[in-house]
């Protein structure tokens, strides 16, 4: 009986040894790496070791998960199989604008801030989407382009907006902010 007890004592620290183990033999999670679970937590790897695995969040938290639930959770390991990834921002222009020049413009735009905003990848070349396309109020466009690794994407995103809104008021392409028009019948009286 009381080995039965101690077995059961034991099985949440087993657990969490053997998923462990499992975690750090796998190489799915290394230190370093930036993980967000399906639960929400998310953070760089500090450590990994027999009992749980430690997060370091972006606003500098730490998270502690047990091994046992990290080996089931489901999780995207936001530096593999590589750093590098894709991010993008959205535009909306006037209806009036040539699409055409706009994508022109953005491309542009993106292409010179390489070099200049820390973590922006010239390479896979940044691209532009007619998407979604016409809208309720604009003309929307995505501005695909790749940063070196998952922190990099807040500045690239910020310093990117800014430079098109300048860019898309220096040639002159308007940006329409969301507007309804409301008609009201009046029935005359009978």
């Known amino acids: 009986m009381g080995g039965i007890a101690f077995a059961l004592a034991l099985q949440d620290t087993l657990s969490n040894l053997f998923a462990g183990f499992y975690v750090s033999i ?4 290394r230190i370093g790496d930036y993980l967000k679970l399906n639960t929400g ?9 027999w009992r ?37 921002i959205s535009f909306g222009v006037g209806y009036e ?3 055409d ?4 413009v953005l491309l542009d735009e993106v292409r010179s801030a390489v070099g200049q905003v820390k973590g922006l990848l010239a390479e896979p070349a940044p691209y532009i ?12 466009f995505q501005v695909n382009f790749n940063v070196a690794e998952f922190s990099d994407q807040y500045l690239v995103q910020s310093e990117l907006r800014k430079r098109v809104v300048k860019r898309l008021r220096l040639e002159g392409i308007s940006m ?6 409301v008609l009201l019948e009046q029935k005359s009286p009978a």
Not at 26 to 29: K, N, P, Q, T
Not at 41 to 49: A, C, H, L, P, Q
Not at 101 to 104: C, D, G
Not at 129 to 140: I, N
Request: with cysteine.
């Open 97 to 99: 604008s040539d699409i």
């Open 129 to 140: 989407r007619f998407t979604p396309g016409p809208g309720d109020w604009a003309l929307g």
């Open 176 to 181: 329409p902010f969301p507007t309804r028009t």
């Open 26 to 29: 796998s190489r799915l999670v």
């Open 52 to 88: 749980c695995t430690m997060l370091r969040g972006i606003s500098n938290n730490l998270v502690v998960i047990p091994n046992s639930k990290l080996g089931q959770a489901i999780y995207t390991n936001y530096h593999l199989p590589e750093e590098r990834m894709m991010v993008s």
């Open 41 to 49: 937590e998310e953070g760089y790897v500090t450590d990994i070791n």
């Open 101 to 104: 020049r706009v994508e022109a």
